[in-house]
């Protein structure tokens, strides 16, 4: 499911013709996909997120907020064998953007000696809601507005016109939701 849908896009376009829906479409995912991933670092509509580390960290941040839900988190240690650590062994921190995971209270992580690398995973979802009304408006209007960019330009330089960047509208209506993630 996407945040801005069909009949929105070819109403913003201006388009009455079924023709070029398939292509619309695939402007909006690439639309989406940049406001999700450059300009905001964040998930949108729900989706199924996993991050992968080499080991527990004291404070782990979820990357691309709001975070929804955390399903599960697993570790496999230097015999191949995989664990789930309990829910109750960690606290979720949802006032803080990005959220973080630390071990609850008297808790720690396992001690176990883990794989050299990717041994920890930790599956949650993200994203404002299900439904594009779930996501903020401003958000939206940027990949009607960049798909719109997309749909014109087709060309990676045209010719006979002044050379300009991604409109800058589009990230002005996405620059309050940034997520700054340098530290992650």
């Known amino acids: 499911k996407e945040p801005v849908t069909l009949l929105e896009l070819k109403d913003h376009l201006r388009i009455v013709h079924d023709d070029e829906d398939t292509l619309i479409e695939s402007y909006a995912k690439a ?31 979820l990357p691309r907020p709001p975070l929804q839900e955390v399903t599960s988190i697993k570790y496999t240690d230097k015999d191949g064998t995989e664990h789930t650590v309990d829910a109750d062994n960690y606290i979720i921190d949802t006032d803080s953007e990005p959220a973080r995971i630390v071990p609850a209270y008297g808790k720690s992580w396992p001690t176990d000696t883990l794989e050299p690398v990717n041994a920890v995973r930790i599956r949650y979802k993200a994203g404002y809601g299900d439904s594009a009304e779930d996501v903020p408006q401003e958000l939206r209007q940027a990949i009607l507005i960049l798909t719109a960019h997309f749909y014109e330009m087709r060309e990676p330089v045209v010719i006979g016109q002044t050379v300009s960047n991604v409109p800058w509208t589009v990230e002005a209506l996405s620059s309050s939701h940034r997520c700054w993630h340098s530290d992650i």
């Open 31 to 61: 639309a989406r996909r940049y406001v999700e991933q450059v300009l905001c670092w964040r998930a949108l509509i729900t989706q199924e997120l996993e991050l992968v580390l080499d080991s527990f960290q004291d404070k782990i941040k």
